[in-house]
C-alpha cells in the first residue's frame, strides 16, 4: 500500500536489539506496531556483531580445550580448524534465531516492512527503499532505533581482504597467519584473543595507555598478562600513521617504531550511530555532534512523541542489553506506567576474551572520583578448586564497597571480574550493586562447591570483615 499513510501506535525504525525488543514489548501491551529494518530483523548483533562473534569465539575455547587436551589423560593429535566449517555453523545459528524472531514478530501482531525508514513531519516515517518502498506510516509514537555502524581510520580503507571490519571478518571462511588488531577495546580484545587462539600471530595497536580503558585496571591488567603468555603483542601508546598495501598483506607505519607487515588488518575503533539521512524536515529531533541522538533518561527526544534507543542515543554504552531495557522504558513511558530509567553506572558489561571480563559499577578510580572512600577486597581464581579443576586459573575477583565511618565495607559500588566464564558468574554481582547491597548482606548468600563463583562469595567474605581463605 505504498503512499498510503497507514496508522499505529507506535512506529519503530530500526529491528535490531533495541528495535525488536520495542516492537515485542509494545506488542504485548496490545499497541498496533509497525516495524521498518532496512535488512534483517535482529540487526548487527545478530547478523553481524553479538552472536556471530561469539560462535567464533567458542569455537576457539574448543581449540583450545583440544589442544590441552592431554592433561586430562584424552590423546587428542594434529588439531587443526576448519574455519569454513565453523562459518557454517554460524550462518546456521544466526538462521535458527533470525527465524525465530521474525515468527514471533509475526506472532505478535507486528507489521514489518522492508527497507530504510526517515522520519518526517507528524511523527509519519517513509520506507524510501527496499521491497516496501513508497510505504508511509505514522505513528502516535515513533522509536529510533537505526543502531550503529563500524568506523574506521583514515586511509584505512575496508576492502573486506585485507583491511576488515567486524562485518566483514565475520563473513570470513579461513584466517590469515598473521593479523594486527587496530584498537584494544572490548571488541578488539575479543577478536585479538580469538584469532589468538585459533593460530593467527596476532599484535594489537592501541593508541591509548593500555588496553581494555574503561575496566578496572586490574582486571585489564590480568587480561594483559594472559595475553602475553599465549603470544599476543600488546602495543599500546602508538600513533598509527598509514599503511602500505600489496597482494596479501600490508605493512603498517608506526610514528617511532618499526613499520609491522600483516595479512590483515582488522579495525576495531568504535562505531558510529546510522543517523545519516535518518531524519527529513520538522522532526525537532536533536542530534549531537558526534551524529547521535540526544534523549532523556525516560528514551524522550526533543520531540516528546519521539523516543530513541540502542546504538544510536548519545551518552550510552553501545551494548545489546542496554537497547533492551532502553526499549522497555520508552515502551513503559508511552503506556503511562511506572518506569525506572536505565542507570548506566551499574549496567553489566561482558567481554568474551580469553579469559573473559565482566564487571557493573563503580570501579575503585571512578568511585574515588566521585568522592567514595572505598574498601577493596580481590581474591585470584588460583585457589579457586573448580578453576583447578577445569585447568583455567588465570583470573581475578574485585569488589568496590564505599567505607563507613568506623572503617569496614558498606554499600556494595562494583563488581569486576576477570577468568573463566566470569559472563556467567556476574548475576549475583549484578544483584548486589544494583540493590545496593551491603558486604554483610550480599556475604550472607551461600555459594556452591565446588564452583567458580566460589570466588565472588569469597571476596565477599572477606570485605565483610573475615575471609575463610583471604585475609
Request: with cysteine; hydrophobic share 45%.
Amino acid at each position: 500500500m505504498a503512499n498510503e499513510v497507514q496508522q499505529f501506535d507506535v512506529v519503530v525504525v530500526g529491528g535490531g536489539p533495541g528495535g525488536y525488543a520495542a516492537a515485542l514489548y509494545a506488542a504485548a501491551a496490545g499497541l498496533s506496531v509497525a516495524l521498518v529494518e532496512r535488512d534483517k530483523v535482529g540487526g548487527t548483533c545478530l547478523h553481524r556483531g553479538c552472536v556471530p562473534a561469539k560462535e567464533f569465539l567458542e569455537t576457539a575455547h574448543v581449540r583450545r580445550t583440544v589442544e590441552h587436551a592431554a592433561e586430562f589423560g584424552i590423546s587428542a593429535q594434529g588439531v587443526a580448524v576448519d574455519f569454513a566449517v565453523s562459518q557454517n555453523r554460524k550462518n546456521e545459528i544466526v538462521e535458527r534465531l533470525f527465524k525465530g524472531l521474525s515468527g514471533l514478530l509475526k506472532g505478535r501482531k507486528v507489521t514489518t516492512f522492508s527497507g530504510t525508514g526517515r522520519l518526517d513531519a507528524d511523527l509519519t516515517v517513509t520506507v524510501v527503499d527496499g521491497d516496501d518502498a513508497g510505504v508511509v506510516a505514522k505513528g502516535t509514537n515513533v522509536i529510533i532505533a537505526s543502531g550503529s555502524v563500524p568506523r574506521t581510520l583514515p586511509g584505512f580503507e575496508v576492502d573486506g581482504a585485507i583491511v576488515v571490519t567486524s562485518d566483514e571478518f565475520l563473513n570470513l571462511t579461513s584466517l590469515p597467519s598473521s593479523a594486527a588488531v587496530i584498537g584494544g577495546g572490548a571488541i578488539g580484545c575479543e577478536f585479538a584473543s580469538m584469532l589468538a587462539d585459533m593460530g593467527t600471530s596476532v599484535t594489537i595497536l592501541e593508541a591509548l595507555p593500555s588496553i581494555l580503558t574503561g575496566c578496572d585496571t586490574e582486571v585489564a591488567s590480568v587480561v594483559q598478562r594472559s595475553f602475553k603468555k599465549r603470544g599476543i603483542d600488546v602495543r599500546t601508546g602508538v600513533n598509527i600513521t598509514g599503511h602500505s598495501p600489496k597482494k596479501g598483506s600490508t605493512t603498517i607505519a608506526l610514528e617511532g617504531a618499526d613499520d609491522l607487515k600483516v595479512d590483515m588488518v582488522v579495525m576495531s575503533v568504535g562505531r558510529r550511530p546510522r543517523t545519516e539521512d535518518l531524519f527529513g524536515e520538522g522532526t525537532s529531533v536533536e542530534v549531537n555532534d558526534r551524529g547521535f541522538v540526544v534523549a532523556d533518561s525516560y528514551q524522550r527526544t526533543a520531540n516528546a512523541n519521539v523516543f530513541a534507543v540502542g546504538d544510536v542515543v548519545a551518552n550510552t554504552p553501545q551494548l545489546a542489553h542496554v537497547g533492551f531495557a532502553e526499549a522497555i522504558v520508552a515502551i513503559k513511558t508511552i503506556l503511562g506506567e511506572a518506569v525506572v530509567p536505565v542507570d548506566y553506572d551499574r549496567v553489566p558489561w561482558a567481554i568474551y576474551s580469553n579469559p573473559e571480563v565482566a564487571f557493573c559499577g563503580l570501579t575503585e578510580a571512578g568511585a574515588k572520583e566521585k568522592g567514595y572512600e572505598v574498601v577493596v577486597k580481590k581474591d585470584p581464581f588460583g585457589g579457586n578448586s573448580r578453576a583447578q579443576i577445569i585447568g583455567d586459573t588465570d583470573g581475578v575477583v574485585k569488589i568496590v564497597a564505599e567505607k563507613r565511618a568506623d572503617g569496614t565495607a558498606g554499600q556494595i559500588l562494583g563488581v569486576h571480574m576477570a577468568g573463566p566464564w566470569v559472563t556467567e558468574q556476574l548475576g549475583a554481582g549484578y544483584f548486589a550493586v544494583n540493590w545496593e547491597a551491603t558486604a554483610e548482606e550480599a556475604a550472607a548468600l551461600i555459594q556452591p562447591h565446588p564452583s567458580l563463583s566460589e570466588t565472588f562469595g569469597e571476596t565477599l567474605l572477606a570485605l565483610a570483615g573475615r575471609g575463610l581463605h583471604i585475609g
